[in-house]
Each structure stands twice: as C-alpha cells, then as structure tokens.
C-alpha cells in the first residue's frame, strides 16, 4: 500500500500448486513490471522501492529520501510422503520429505549513461546494474548487499514393530545468496560512504573514492535425530519363558514336568531337572534374541 510521497514499483509473482492428499508442491514464477524510457526515468518521493522490477533509460535517477532497489522473493515448497507395512508380524514403516527451496528475482536497472543516487540513503539488495557510471550522491549512504535465501530439507522414517520402533529424524539447513552485480565502467562517490558486501563487479570498473567491503557469511546445519521405543530385551526374554512355561512348550518340556512333579512332592528329581531344563532354555532364548538383533521371536510349539 502506498502513501502520500512514496513509490513502490513490485513484481508479480505466478503461483502454481498441486496436491494430492499429504504430496505435492507450489511453485513460483516471477514476473516483473517493466518500465521503459527514452530520456531520464526519476524516481521521486519521500521512500522509493523498487521490488524485482526492470527500467531501462538514458539515465535512471533516485532522488527520494530513502530509495530501495531490492529483488522479489517467493518460496517454492515440496512434500512427500510413503508409508508401507502393517499387521501383527510385519514392521509398519513410513518416510516423509519436505522442501523449501527460494525463488530470487533480481532487480534490473539499464542505463544508456547514469544511475543516479541522490536521497538520504539508498540500497541495492538484489539487483542487476548496467550502465557507463554509478553515482552515488547520498548523503548517509549508499549499501550494495546480496539477497539471500534458505534452503530447507526436512526428512522424518519411522517403523514400528510389535514389540519395538525406530524414528529418525534429519533437518539440513543451508542459506544461499544472489550477489548484486555492478556492471558499470566508473562508480562516483560524490556523497556518503559506499560499502560493498558480496558483490560482483565489472572486470574493468574504477572506484574515484574510498569504499568499505565485506562478505557475506552464510548459515548452514545439519540435525539428526534418532529415538527407539520399545520394551527392554530382557524383559521379553522373560517374558517369552513365562509363556513357553505356561503352555508346556517344548523348549520347557523338562520345566513343565518338573514342575509337576515338585507338585506331586517328587521334590529332588524336580529341582534338578527343573534347573538344567532352566538353565537350557535360557541359553536358547540368549542365543535367540542376539541372532534377531534384540527382536522378540516367540516360537510356542
């Protein structure tokens, strides 16, 4: 929205989206608005923005107070998403990406001869100029900074079994930038300071005063998750035992009839055969658990 003695000149940003119930993706295409000059294009007010927009002149003039020359901005976004499994024996398992990917649309400015800046301060945050010579004629500064962007992948899998799961989870994050490029021959500071922060210049440009540099750090990071739920192996174990004693399996055939016959007061024959079939079964039940990798196989015969 534009008040009295500010002009905002933006772009048009095209979304396009598709889904399928948790999958799908928006996209975004920038189109600019184009204005076109033969003489001199004066950009004139108390705040100027320019937002991915293009103007071509003999001469490109700000002279606001503040004036901003920056590019537009959208996001396009991508999800999906797997499952697979299910039921009493077989692990449930599902597999959710998501996307974000930043859409830059620079700002162009083409000049015959001059961009001029004039106002208070100005910036170019996204923008391509062309022209013979750059003027900077403000009074508190002029700044040239890349436009930047995040990328985002975020990926989550899950499986769950009957007795255990497993639940992984991957953030990576990385921050991208669009350099401003100066393709000018001459940059005149006739002002305050002008600072360059992570911009690309002319092969053959000249700088007739002193300027400040610096370079842009960008962010990154990659997080991992990992959680597993379930019950302790060894209390299956224990588990398992119970139930194969309960029910006279075979592993604990010798266990049942010993049990039986301390309960009929054949108490010395029980004992011992009570302790070897013990001890047999939970070394069957050891060597079971470390074959399947901590995972409950109950076989009751």
């Known amino acids: 929205?534009?008040?009295?003695?500010?002009?905002?000149?933006?772009?048009?940003?095209?979304?396009?989206?598709?889904?399928?119930?948790?999958?799908?993706?928006?996209?975004?295409?920038?189109?600019?608005?184009?204005?076109?000059?033969?003489?001199?294009?004066?950009?004139?007010?108390?705040?100027?923005?320019?937002?991915?927009?293009?103007?071509?002149?003999?001469?490109?003039?700000?002279?606001?107070?503040?004036s901003e020359v920056v590019a537009a901005q959208a996001m396009n976004t991508r999800r999906e998403s797997t499952a697979s499994g299910g039921g009493l024996f077989r692990a449930k398992k599902r597999h959710t990406e998501y996307r974000e990917t930043p859409v830059i649309q620079p700002s162009l400015l083409k000049a015959k001869n001059t961009v001029q800046f004039r106002g208070?301060?100005?910036?170019?945050?996204?923008?391509?100029?062309?022209?013979?010579?750059?003027?900077?004629?403000?009074?508190?500064?002029?700044?040239?900074?890349?436009?930047?962007?995040?990328?985002?992948?975020?990926?989550?899998s899950s499986s769950r079994g009957l007795f255990s799961g497993t639940r992984v989870k991957q953030n990576v994050g990385q921050e991208v930038m669009v350099a401003t490029t100066l393709d000018v021959d001459k940059i005149v500071t006739l002002g305050a300071k002008l600072k360059l922060i992570s911009t690309e210049l002319g092969e053959k440009v000249s700088v007739d005063d002193v300027y400040e540099t610096a370079k842009r750090e960008l962010k990154s990071w990659n997080i991992i998750e990992s959680k597993t739920t379930g019950i302790p192996a060894p209390v299956l174990m224990v588990g398992a035992l119970v139930l194969t004693i309960a029910t006279a399996g075979s592993g604990a055939s010798g266990m049942y009839f010993a049990i039986q016959g301390l309960m009929t007061g054949n108490a010395t024959a029980g004992a011992a055969l009570a302790a070897a079939s013990f001890k047999t079964l939970c070394l069957q039940m050891g060597a079971n658990f470390v074959a399947n990798g901590g995972n409950a196989i109950i076989e009751i015969m």
């Open 120 to 156: 208070k301060t100005a910036e170019l945050v996204g923008a391509q100029v062309s022209a013979k010579t750059l003027v900077n004629k403000t009074t508190r500064g002029l700044t040239v900074a890349p436009p930047t962007g995040m990328m985002i992948h975020k990926a989550e």
């Open 1 to 66: 929205m534009s008040r009295e003695g500010q002009i905002v000149l933006g772009s048009h940003a095209l979304q396009t989206s598709a889904y399928d119930g948790d999958n799908g993706q928006m996209t975004h295409t920038v189109a600019p608005n184009v204005t076109t000059s033969g003489e001199t294009a004066r950009f004139s007010g108390n705040s100027v923005k320019l937002m991915g927009s293009a103007v071509q002149a003999t001469d490109i003039v700000f002279d606001g107070g503040q």
